[in-house]
């Protein structure tokens, strides 16, 4: 879990915390945790609700941000809280994105 500069958390999981993963604490004699028993739809369910998360965060940020402009509310420390918090976890995404590219880059020119 990501802590929020403010009061509360942010409630978006890092990628090694996903279920259906491999953990370390389950490392076997391979090196490697063996896999959940979920299917594969439980990773895509959790990118699916991790993309969700990040959203309400970019949404929350634009509405706080109208919201001030409109006079409504006069706290700038949420309004810019909220928008950094939306920041961060875009550029978690972004850095995840890049780091899933990379990796299927390299698969792809692994010699068959």
Known sequence: MIEGVGARPLNLRMPQ???????????????????????????????EKFLGDVNDLQLKSAQALDGFARGETADMHRVVLAQQEASIALRLVSEMRDKLLQSYQEIMRMPV
């Open 17 to 47: 915390e996903l279920p259906g993963m491999p953990n370390a604490g389950a490392a076997g004699a391979g090196g490697l945790g063996a896999p959940a028993t979920s299917g594969a739809g439980s990773f895509a369910g959790s990118m």
